[in-house]
């Protein structure tokens, strides 16, 4: 592992918190995942007040085209969606946008507000069975991994929500999610 100076004490105050906000934004320009909190305080001073610098490095991002967001516990750079239309025109890309059937979305929605959760139980909620291919498909797009094991008879697979599906949605961490019992008397869930 390549040491680096994360004290940085020869230089002044104000360019060392400077520094840091910079070795903030490369790692975070430079990965392709999300990323966690120690390895941002990997790069920075013993005692910095990573959620203070990150909060300075927003500010000072507020202008650009993109920002950093946080993710359930992982950091990351995200391009504003003001510039989605220009990205996509840009790389000749189209509308690849998530596309889930209206199937696919309801057992995710269920995933997340019951999580974790077993195919059985998503069974006891839409009263049909939920196939492995459904699951499948979330799972391949990254917005739902397996969880830990059922505590009953044959350790059954339990499924939750992934950090790929809180940036997708554009959620912080899973207490963003609409309110389920509004959703209901809104009408806009089933039974």
Known sequence: MEMIDRELTELPRELRWREWMRRIEAVLFASARPVPRADLARVVGQGVALDLLIDDLAAELADRPYEIVRVGDVWML??????????????????????????????????????????????????????RELIGRLAARDLIAPGPRAPRRGAPYTYVTTPGFLAAFGLQDLRDLPDAEALHDAGLTGS
């Not at 995200?78 to 199937?103: C, K, M, P, Q």
């Not at 995710?108 to 019951?114: G, N, R």
């Open 78 to 131: 995200r391009t504003r969606a003001a510039y989605g239309a220009v990205i996509r025109v840009a790389a000749n890309v189209g509308d690849r946008e998530i596309s889930l059937s209206e199937r696919d979305l309801a057992v995710l929605a269920a995933i997340a507000y019951h999580q974790p959760v077993t195919r059985n139980g998503l069974r006891d909620i839409f009263g049909s069975e939920i196939s």
